[in-house]
C-alpha cells in the first residue's frame, strides 16, 4: 500500500456524461499529478499540483479539469465522455515540488465508457 | 520537455536467465531516474532508482546502472522469476517525471 487512495476503484457511464475522480495523497505529500494509461499504452502525463496550484500541463484535453483542494486531496474531472476516454487513471504523489524524487502511485480508477 | 525511450517493448526470457531494459533520455539536465514495475491492472510501484551523481545502484536481484555521457541507463535482473513478468517503465526527473512506453516482461518457467 503507497498510501495514496483513490476513488472511486470502477467507474462505468455512458458518453456524453460527466465523472469525477478523487485522490488523496500519502500523508505531507503536496504535490499531486494524474495520469491516463489506455490499453497497452504508457502512462500519459495529464496535469501536476502543488499545494493547491497547477503546475505543469500535459497532454490534458480541455474537457478534462482538476483542482486541489486546502486538505490536499485533489479532483480530476472529465466531462463530455467519449468511448476513447476509457482507461485506467492514476494519480501519485510526492513531498515536494519539481524535486528529484519518488513518485507514490494510487490504486487507480478504471473508467468504462459505454 | 524530456523524451525518454525505452527498449525493447517486449522481452521473453527463461527462468533463471537475466533480462536488461534500457531507456535513453534527451536532455543531460536529468538528475533522477527511477523504475517502475506495474502488474496487471495494478498501481505502478518503484522498484530501484538512481540519481545523476551515482553510476550504479543493485538492489539483491535488481541493478540499475547510468551512463551521463552517453544520456542512458539500464535496468538489469538476474536470475528471472515467474513473477518478475509485468510491465517496467522507466523514467527521468526534469521538472517532473517523463516515462518510458513500457517493456512488457514474461518469464517462462
Known amino acids: 500500500d503507497s498510501g495514496v487512495t483513490q476513488t472511486p476503484k470502477h467507474l462505468i457511464t455512458a458518453t456524453g456524461q460527466r465523472v469525477t475522480l478523487r485522490c488523496s495523497p500519502r500523508s505531507g505529500d503536496l504535490s499531486v499529478y494524474w495520469y491516463q494509461q489506455s490499453l497497452d499504452q504508457g502512462l500519459q502525463f495529464l496535469i501536476q499540483?502543488?499545494?493547491?496550484?497547477?503546475?505543469a500541463k500535459g497532454n490534458i484535453l480541455e474537457r478534462f479539469s482538476a483542482q486541489q483542494f486546502p486538505d490536499l486531496h485533489s479532483e480530476l474531472n472529465l466531462s463530455s465522455l467519449e468511448l476513447g476516454d476509457s482507461a485506467l487513471y492514476f494519480c501519485?504523489?510526492?513531498?515536494?515540488?519539481?524535486?528529484?524524487?519518488?513518485?507514490?502511485f494510487g490504486p487507480g480508477t478504471r473508467l468504462l465508457v459505454l | 520537455g524530456e523524451n525518454v525511450e525505452q527498449h525493447p517493448s517486449t522481452l521473453s526470457v527463461q527462468e533463471g536467465d537475466s533480462a536488461v531494459i534500457k531507456c535513453t533520455y534527451s536532455d543531460s539536465a536529468s538528475n533522477y531516474f527511477p523504475w517502475y514495475k506495474q502488474e496487471l491492472g495494478k498501481r505502478p510501484q518503484l522498484i530501484i532508482d538512481i540519481r545523476s551523481n551515482v553510476g550504479e545502484k543493485k538492489d539483491q536481484r535488481i541493478a540499475v546502472t547510468l551512463n551521463k555521457t552517453a544520456k542512458h541507463f539500464s535496468l538489469h535482473i538476474t536470475e528471472t522469476q515467474p513473477e518478475d513478468s509485468a510491465v517496467y517503465f522507466c523514467?527521468?526527473?526534469?521538472?517532473?517525471?517523463?516515462f518510458g512506453r513500457g517493456t512488457q516482461l514474461t518469464v517462462w518457467p
Open positions: 501519485a504523489s510526492s513531498v515536494l515540488e519539481g524535486a528529484a524524487e519518488t513518485q507514490y
Open positions: 499540483y502543488y499545494n493547491g496550484e497547477e503546475r
Open positions: 523514467a527521468a526527473h526534469l521538472g517532473r517525471l517523463y
